[in-house]
């Protein structure tokens, strides 16, 4: 097997609250292979998005490594969706796409013509001209795929992307990821408190627990894509996983109910 693109390795995170050293993250390892779809699940405040930020550069590990395959040319390392779009509301679409790009050494042809490219992925071509206001929630949540796919990242990292959105518009969200994972190749990290979803989506499901948030389990997903969300297959495979889950929750007496 070749080398992990994303290597974790002992990681552990303090920080400082009202005078006292709070732990958020204990002697975690995880490795992520390149091109695999990984869930991470677990109660609020296990940890999950604390991963990501460590991942991005946004947060220091108290100790531990992390190793990152360098991104080949032409490619952004990581780029990272949030749980909200945060849009800015004075700027057209194309220009929200745009700009993560502005960092970059690109003319604005250049900036210009990916926004573009990476909005025709998410299906919004045509709404380049319109304002932030004028879209649905689920259309601002493309136009923030959008940005991070205009960076042609090698991994994309995101943080309960589709939580805040109705049930239709996450399922179609979800689909359309997933087309666009198999189309690029890409490496995606996905953290989601959703067990459902982190099945239907993921090669692999892990779960945080504890106080400090430590690796409980890790469950590989054996059914290929395109998954049928509602097959009685995909359904004992979710029950599987929870059941796993629930198992090393109940024995690290983690107060997390599934």
Wanted: contains cysteine.
């Amino acid at each position: 097997m070749t080398a992990p693109i994303i290597s974790i390795k002992d990681l552990c995170l303090s920080f400082e609250r009202d005078g006292l050293q709070t732990e958020v993250l204990h002697a975690l390892d995880l490795d992520v292979q390149a091109g695999e779809f990984l869930a991470i699940v677990g109660a609020s405040g296990v940890g999950k998005s604390t991963v990501l930020r460590v991942l991005m550069g946004l947060a220091q590990p108290t100790s531990g490594t992390v190793a990152i395959q360098p991104a080949a040319a032409g490619r952004t390392a990581l780029a990272l969706v949030f749980q909200d779009s945060r849009l800015l509301p004075w700027r057209r679409v194309g220009a929200n796409a745009a700009f993560g790009l502005e960092k970059l050494n690109m003319s604005r042809a250049e900036r210009r013509a990916r926004a573009l490219r990476a909005l025709a992925q998410v299906g919004l071509r045509d709404f380049a001209e319109r304002w932030p206001h004028q879209l649905s929630g689920g259309q601002r949540q493309r136009v923030s795929l959008a940005r991070a796919m205009a960076l042609n990242p090698a991994i994309l990292l995101m943080d309960e992307p589709f939580s805040a959105l109705d049930v239709a518009t996450r399922e179609t969200l979800q689909d359309e990821l997933i087309r666009i994972r198999t189309e690029t190749g890409m490496t995606i990290i996905f953290v989601t408190h959703d067990i459902d979803e982190a099945v239907y989506l993921a090669d692999r499901v892990v779960a945080l627990g504890g106080v400090p948030g430590e690796l409980r389990s890790a469950v590989s997903i054996s059914a290929s894509h395109p998954r049928n969300r509602g097959s009685l297959a995909l359904a004992e495979i979710a029950h599987d996983v929870k059941a796993a889950i629930s198992a090393e929750a109940a024995a690290n007496r983690d107060d997390w109910v599934i």
